[in-house]
């Protein structure tokens, strides 16, 4: 046997540095075949190219989700955060985050949450003095959103650009962070977050289900995962009217309104491409989450995942 | 909704890494890329570009792509007019066979700059100078679903600048209108006609005077009268003095 076991070695060793070949000329086109779009392409391929299609969108990605949903974006994204129903000191992660929607509705709502709180204490105290009143104005004040964080994530740099400036414009800087970062493989602890949103984002993710898993390992226990995500329509009728909108007005909106048809072709095409509701909640299982539920909104045009690290 | 086909291509163990991704073009419609560049469009696409297109270069003129687009998707009569007219030119007939480009990497500018005053290639090295503006700033056509009137439209957005040149007009609102004029009469292009009916809109009442009492009749007089100046070589003729060139064509002296 240790007669045989050079010549097996060198056999392997060969053999290997074959594989070894194919592997790093493969490992150049980098890695398994993938979608982009209606394309076939490669994992690194498609990665490079949605970076590129929302470098190119970034600045002008607000305006095109105004104009391609006539505005009916906002809604969901408020319901959303309503459903996610965060209390005031949650420790809340966007990923794929880019401009910050969710991120200051999460804030905006706790606001309010924590506004509506003081105001029960305060009727409560019904007997302080002036002086004590106006100190506990003072001390919670301070505490506007109390110890509410959200931390918002993105693998795009232009994104996360426009998303700071936005935060300037409209005044939100307490408890607002922005990392960089690749939903596949996050730059956090684990346990660290009690909820995970993604809105829109993971429909661009290359390995999903590695995005699922990164997920649940940052969760806190009891943590809650949200998706919220364009889905599959059910209803024939209003599946072929969307249809016809969004091949043939969409990118036509792309060119006008950004001078880019072929992110906007991509992104129509993306949505067809992206898994429907009951295999999405299978995939999300699949990673471990407990209670997993969605909710169509829109006859299915978007639907919200929700699921929880127990 | 229309079928939607996905083309699978070999692409493992080949090396490449990506950089022929302009080849892969999604099949839409039915219909292949036939040039680079080329995004197929159904007619409702194209209406839809079409009147998007002329909104927002109504609205924000500094959108030349929009300016473009309008052009290629309404240019379906007027250019394989143009191109039948350059067919049946000798002149015309041979750029398009030898499809020549103007570009700055095409163009010798330190020879044209060292032409004596008066001539094609100085007067208009002088121009780009002047204003400002190089012919690298072209946009390709996207639009337009035949090969060759895809080079048509490039070969009248290549000229453009030459027309300033020919016709002494700089590039601030006024030049372009009246250019926009003599070019509508020219070619026949829609763009160019609204181009030239709705540009005069975002001018001052004193220009828009000289604009009508002088300048546009001298350019619909010059255009009626001129031959097709896309049948004109103009590579070959940068020697040429501009005066001469004129005449050759048609146009008459500006005032």
Known sequence: AVGLCPYRALLAR????????????????????????????????????????????????????????????????????????????????????????????????????????????????QNLSWQEIAESYEEDKSKSLGDSQVVVCDINKEMLKVGKQKAQHLGYS????????????????DDKFDVYTIAFGIRNVTRIDLALQEAYRVLKPGGRFLCLEFSQVSNSLLSRLYDLYSFQVIPVLGEVIAGDWKSYQYLVESIRRFPPQEEFKAMIEDAGFFKVDYQNLNLGIVAIHSGFKL | GTARLSRAEPRAGDGRSGEEEEEEEEVEEGCYQLYPGHIPTSPLQKALLAAGSAVMALCDPYRHDMVAVLGETTGCLALPNLRDKMKRHPEGYRILQERPRIRLSTLDMDRLRGLPDGTLGREYVRFLEDNKVSPDTRMPPKFVDDEELAYVIQRYREVHDLMHTLLGMPTNMLGEVVVKWFEAVQTGLPMCVLGAAFGPVRLSTRKLQVLATELVPWAIRSGRNASCILNVYYEQRWEQPVESLREEIGIFPPP
């Open chain 1, 14 to 125: 060969r053999g290997g540095a074959l594989r070894a070949l194919c592997g790093s000329v493969r490992g150049l086109a980098a890695g398994a075949e993938t979608h982009f779009g209606f394309q076939t392409v490669t994992e690194a391929e498609r990665r490079e190219k949605i970076y590129r299609v929302f470098e190119s969108v970034a600045k002008k990605y607000d305006v095109m989700n105004d104009s391609m949903t006539l505005g009916i974006h906002r809604v969901w994204k408020d319901i959303l955060v309503h459903k996610m129903n965060p209390t005031p000191g949650t420790l809340l992660l966007d990923v794929a985050g880019g401009t910050g929607d969710i991120a200051f509705r999460f804030i905006n709502y706790v606001r309010s949450v924590r506004e509506r709180q003081l105001q029960r204490k305060l009727r409560h105290h």
């Open chain 1, 174 to 189: 307490k408890g607002l962070s922005w990392v960089l970062g690749n939903a596949e493989e996050l730059p956090f602890d």
